[in-house]
């Protein structure tokens, strides 16, 4: 008698929880890990995952990277920097990291979903290369192999939307995102210089100094070393595919 009803109940059991599973998976669908299509443009892969810990408020960090390569929309620059050989020459990387707290403005039940606004910090390292024409004894000229960093830190607000494209595929349309803070720079030239050398690339450096950015340079025997601290801003902007789990 009992071993006639154990299979129908345990059967009836079974399919319970096969039915409960997916209402249990959906429900718990709290994170998402997404790519941001626009920074490849310059060369730039981005990464985020957002995890919601409350109904309507997440928190979003982004990973961006790039490999070592020429500096982007370098016809910008040469209106800022005239010196052709230093624009050609010059490789950028970076890497940035972004934490951000999300607040949605959506009713739906679903979180992570509709307009949102989001406070956020910004650490970013530029690792940065070039090469530095300087006039010699001899009145030709050389170069002067420049290396060094950037270090950046600021806050802003991003303001965006996130649609929901399928059952667990989202675009994240970070429209604009504003940023104020601080960078530190640090560069470096090594080499050997003549006196004649040191008085020239001297006298060029005194062209950098002005009353927005404290800059601080040195030259002697053995290279140049210069650096600044001053003010930082920028705009972060995406267009992410994500998907939620």
């Not at 920074?39 to 990277?65: C, D, H, Q, W």
């Not at 170069?143 to 270090?151: A, S, Y």
């Amino acid at each position: 008698m009992n071993n006639h009803f154990k299979t129908p109940i345990t059967l009836w059991l079974l399919l319970m929880l096969l039915g409960f599973i997916p209402n249990a998976i959906q429900a718990q669908q709290k994170n998402t890990v997404k790519f941001n299509l626009l920074p490849l443009v310059s060369k730039t892969f981005a990464f985020e995952y957002e995890r919601e810990f409350k109904p309507n408020m997440t928190l979003n960090t982004s990973i961006g990277f790039r490999g070592k390569s020429s500096i982007p929309f370098k016809n910008l620059w040469e209106d800022i920097i005239e010196d052709e050989k230093f624009l050609s020459d010059a490789k950028l990387s970076h890497f940035t990291l972004s934490p951000e707290l999300r607040f949605y403005t959506s009713r739906r039940k679903e979180g992570a979903r509709g307009f949102y606004v989001g406070p956020f910090i910004k650490y970013a390292k530029y690792n940065f290369s070039t090469n530095y024409e300087y006039e010699t004894d001899e009145g030709n000229f050389s170069e002067l192999p420049i290396n060094g960093g950037i270090g950046t830190w600021s806050a802003g607000v991003a303001i965006g939307s996130q649609f929901k494209l399928s059952k667990s595929i989202f675009l994240d349309f970070r429209i604009l995102g504003p940023h104020y803070g601080f960078s530190d720079v640090n560069l470096k030239g090594k080499q050997s210089l003549t006196q004649h050398e040191q008085d020239y690339l001297r006298e060029e450096l005194q062209d950098l100094e002005n009353d927005f950015i404290k800059i601080e340079t040195e030259v002697n025997s053995e290279g140049v070393t210069m650096k600044a601290k001053g003010p930082w801003a920028g705009i972060r902007a995406g267009l992410s595919i994500g998907y939620r789990f």
